[in-house]
């Protein structure tokens, strides 16, 4: 596809405890994206979110960027990432200043948020968002644009998400070993609320659980902004392994299983349906072991029932409580697992959906699920020009020179790759 060297071109990169995704997209003058490529790899190196191994994940991350790049038939400099690992924290900080009962100018809300910056610090963590929410005129709240009112006090609510500094200088440093800029890093349930709440869902309140890999987020939404966060260190994959020892079958072979006969939900059925699968270390033309659905089911709803316990205690520490019509939307590749909506909304007793990414045109099918919500919130977030009010950012080495395909993989042998 040729690709008009005026549009802007957005790369986003979502570094997950399974997989690593990326995304090119360019974006049309009225901020419509198209995509233009995808790529994909398996994860190397990512434990819990966090990166173990930095040689293994910069070679993920550069596998899954250069796809990407070969489907679209364009280069990128720099990408938008995401951060999904524990440690998170968000809170409002709120400043005001007195104007004496003039009309809000323009000078005043500069003036305002560039107090605001004083707010925002968060001793021992970094901040990767600081956005000015609500402000409010002499104490009345909820004021979207004070400009051209008149007031004696003028406020305004900082949304702030801030992580613990060492785990974002290693996905920095990830990234940049590839040889690409990092134009932000991203708290995870800030993308994926962009991607699979709706406007409405994220004003009047709703809570978001990415169930991932190896890490469920809990976030809760109102106002239009996140305003509570949680981390549970468990996750769909826990549930691949406990299938794996349970049953004494290879990763990939438990994997299956609860892809394609794996549910949250029982059935009569259940005892009636076999499951053929080879042992680990099974000779090859060896007879396969029999296993019911009901025993798989048994490993399956352990492992769920624990999950769930930790969401719902997780919503209880963050005061989602009240009306039972207060939605939860359940996002992150956990949710392809069949009938997980059902039982969560069974155990948590208020509606749960599934939700998935805002349709992207170009996006192709296989990167529309649950499990690429992050992905094309990191895009979205990218186009939207949302107003960050720090000064100085994460700190960060000096950028290297984006190569392109070639200079990459020129720079990777000259690596030892």
């Known amino acids: 596809m040729a690709v008009s060297p005026d549009k802007p071109l957005i790369g986003a990169l979502d570094i ?119 402000y409010t005129l002499d104490g009345v709240q909820g004021v979207k644009n004070p400009i051209g009112l008149h007031a004696d006090r ?3 609510d900082i949304h702030v998400v801030a992580a613990d500094p060492a785990p974002l200088r290693n996905i920095d440093l990830t990234i940049r070993s590839a040889h690409l800029g990092v134009k932000a890093i991203v708290a995870s349930p800030v993308a994926a609320a962009l991607a699979c709440l709706t406007e409405e869902e994220r ?57 394609f006969h794996g549910s949250a939900m029982t059935s009569p059925r ?3 349906e076999m499951i053929e699968a080879l042992a680990v270390g099974a000779e090859e033309g060896a007879e396969p072991m029999r296993i019911s659905r009901a025993q798989l089911m048994t490993v399956i709803r352990q492992r769920i029932e624990e999950v769930t316990g930790e969401v719902e205690a997780s919503l209880k520490s963050l005061g989602f409580t009240g009306p039972v019509g207060r939605q939860v939307v359940l996002t992150g590749g956990g949710a392809d697992l069949k009938n997980i909506a059902d039982y969560m909304q069974g155990v948590l007793g208020r509606a749960v959906r ?54 990459r993989f020129m720079s990777a042998l000259r690596g030892g790759f």
């Open 354 to 407: 599934v939700g998935r990414p805002r349709q992207i045109p170009g996006l192709p099918d296989a990167h529309s699920g649950p499990g690429f919500s992050t992905l094309v919130g990191l895009a979205l977030l990218a186009s939207g020009g949302e107003t960050d009010i720090r000064d100085i950012g994460l700190p960060m080495a000096p950028k290297k020179k984006a190569e392109g395909v070639v200079g």
């Open 154 to 156: 003028l406020g305004v």
């Open 270 to 272: 259940d005892n009636h």
């Open 203 to 259: 004003d009047l309140g709703v809570a978001l659980v990415e169930l991932g890999a190896e890490v469920t987020n809990v976030s809760l939404h109102a106002g239009g902004m996140l305003v509570g966060l949680r981390s549970i260190p468990l996750g769909a994959r826990d549930i691949t392994d406990d299938i794996a020892c349970a049953f004494g079958v290879k990763r990939r072979d438990a994997e299956r299983m609860k892809c």
């Open 16 to 134: 997950g405890s399974s997989k690593v995704s990326a995304l090119i997209c360019t974006q049309e003058t009225d901020g419509r994206l198209t995509v233009l490529g995808t790529g994909q790899r398996q994860s190397r190196g990512i434990k819990r979110g966090y990166i173990a191994d930095m040689e293994a994940s910069e070679f993920a991350v550069r596998e899954a960027v250069e796809q990407a790049e070969k489907l679209s038939g364009v280069t990128i400099d720099d990408v938008w990432a995401s951060f999904g690992a524990g440690g998170l924290s968000s809170d409002l900080a709120n400043v005001e200043v007195e104007l004496g009962g003039h009309q809000v100018e323009q000078t005043d809300v500069d003036q305002l948020l560039r107090t605001g910056r004083d707010a925002i610090n968060r001793d021992g963590q970094m901040v990767l968002h600081a956005h000015p929410a609500l």
